[in-house]
Antibody, heavy 118, light 108 residues
Framework: QEQLVESGGGVVQPGESLRLSCAAS????????LHWVRQAPGKGLEWVGR????????DFTDSVKGRFTSSRGDSKNTLYLRLDTLRPEDTAVYYC???????????WGRGTLVAVSS | SYALTQAPSVSVAPGKTARITCTGD??????VHWYQQKPGQAPILVIY???GRPSGIPERFSGSNSADTATLTISSAEVGDEADYFC???????????FGGGTKLTVL
């Protein structure tokens, strides 16, 4: 069964850091592109960013560029998202999602909640 | 940057047809994808590439894309279809993935 499971969320203060994980199973992790998408409480979906399948290239939305980085642990079939210098506006459920072909997401995890508050 | 606009809410009577629209500049030149999200759950893909339907999605769900408007059509709407629906495209100028603001579908 194909599955993505996020973990690592929590409550932090502004300026602090977190590392999220996304464990993949049931499909070939190395050959699939995975992205991060977030959803603030009561709001819509926002694409956060991605890292290439070989880990050599990453791309993030402007609001997190320079603060978030992503990496892949191929031996563990796990995608990581490092969140630095967190701000209250980063409060959201963070999903990892498998990206396909022309740009759609066909498999999503259940998400992990990041809350930034003083 | 590219933007997608959706109506905040749509209502439909059970058994009738619901149409949820997504507008964007020359959206017909892009592939549009649609997601359904129920409260407390992750989104699921219901339409990809304008009108493709993933396995397991009922035939009642269909999509179209023309000019500046893409449309998700849900025929014979059921109470179980109540959810938020989001459209999504790739902004080819930035490679960012762009989501619409979402439409809350009420079936009553």
């Amino acid at each position: 069964q194909e599955q993505l499971v996020e973990s690592g969320g929590g409550v932090v203060q502004p300026g602090e850091s977190l590392r999220l994980s996304c464990a993949a199973s049931g499909f070939n992790f190395r050959k699939n592109s995975l992205h991060w998408v977030r959803q603030a409480p009561g709001k819509g979906l926002e694409w956060v960013g991605r890292v290439s399948t070989d880990g050599s290239y990453e791309d993030f939305t402007d609001s997190v560029k320079g603060r978030f980085t992503s990496s892949r642990g191929d031996s563990k079939n796990t995608l990581y998202l490092r969140l630095d210098t967190l701000r209250p506006e980063d409060t959201a459920v963070y999903y990892c999602a498998r990206h396909r072909g022309s740009g759609y997401f066909d498999l999503w995890g259940r998400g992990t909640l990041v809350a930034v508050s003083s | 940057s590219y933007a997608l606009t959706q109506a905040p809410s749509v209502s439909v009577a059970p058994g009738k047809t619901a149409r949820i629209t997504c507008t964007g500049d020359h959206i017909s030149t892009k592939s549009v994808h649609w997601y359904q999200q129920k409260p407390g759950q992750a989104p699921i893909l219901v339409i990809y590439d304008d009108n493709g339907r993933p396995s397991g999605i009922p035939e009642r769900f269909s999509g179209s894309n023309s000019a500046d408007t893409a449309t998700l059509t849900i025929s014979s709407a059921e109470v179980g279809d109540e959810a938020d629906y989001f459209c999504q495209v790739v902004d080819t100028s930035s490679t960012y993935r762009i989501f619409g603001g979402g439409t809350k579908l009420t079936v009553l």
